[in-house]
């Protein structure tokens, strides 16, 4: 497997000739993102997670690519899917199947990959604002992006988590728990995109010491460049 950061919390996996791309969002530089791909899957409905704009010019561009997301997601981009068509902006829904809407439990295979939902809600940022749907992704048996959200997904083995390093909802003392209730023995920052030089400096010297106690390993992978997972 291999995998592709695009940025923030967008990643591209790759197995074999097959590829779907998760968390697309306007934080993200999708140019290139899109390319190749069969599948896009968003955990949640933010905006830094979900482009809904450009999800639907690469559904318009590519009639193969199938959504999934959350049913209210789905539902918001069934909508917006509509208002493309009606504008003759471009065909998307000559399928329904092409937006699909999960919940956590649900077991699907996309672009070659055996995937499986887990949590449900997303992290508290603050009692005053709602609290939404979120899904964490395990795919291919080895890599889970747990979308914005610490819940830590039960009976399954992960060999690669892409952890969150920081977020309006997110302290780095709980990235540091989440770390190690895992357990993974590879862990791969994502959700960074609100960060300087600086700030990165700090959240990766806070995971790195936390995953060497602990016997894992904590790795920054560079943006744009596919990179090998052996798991």
């Not at 493309?84 to 399928?95: M, S, V």
Request: aromatic content about 6%; hydrophobic content about 45%; overall charge negative.
């Amino acid at each position: 497997m291999e995998i592709t950061k695009f940025n923030h919390s967008c990643i591209r996996v790759r197995s074999g000739e097959r590829a779907l791309l998760i968390d697309p969002g306007t934080f993200s530089t999708l140019a290139q993102a899109f390319t190749g791909v069969e599948a896009v899957l968003a955990t949640h409905e933010h905006p830094d997670h979900l482009d809904v704009a450009a999800l639907l010019v690469a559904m318009g561009a590519n009639p193969e690519l199938v959504f999934y997301g959350p049913p209210a997601l789905a539902a918001t981009v069934l909508e917006a899917a509509e208002s493309f068509e009606a504008a003759g902006t471009g065909r998307i829904l000559e399928a329904s199947a092409r937006i699909q809407a999960v919940s956590p439990g649900a077991h699907f295979e996309a672009a070659g990959l055996d995937i499986s939902t887990h949590g449900g809600a997303h992290a508290v940022i603050h009692r005053s604002l709602p609290v939404v749907a979120n899904l964490g992704f395990f795919i291919g048996g080895e890599l889970f992006h747990p979308g914005d959200s610490y819940q830590v997904p039960e009976g399954i083995d992960v060999a690669t988590l892409l952890i969150p390093a920081h977020a309006p909802w997110a302290k780095i003392g709980e990235s540091l728990d989440f770390l190690e209730m895992v357990g993974a023995p590879l862990n791969i920052p994502i959700h960074d995109g609100l960060l300087n030089e600086r700030g990165l400096s700090l959240v990766d010297g806070h995971l790195t010491r936390v995953a060497g106690e602990h016997g894992l390993e904590y790795r920054r992978i560079p943006n744009g460049i596919p990179v090998e997972l052996d798991r």
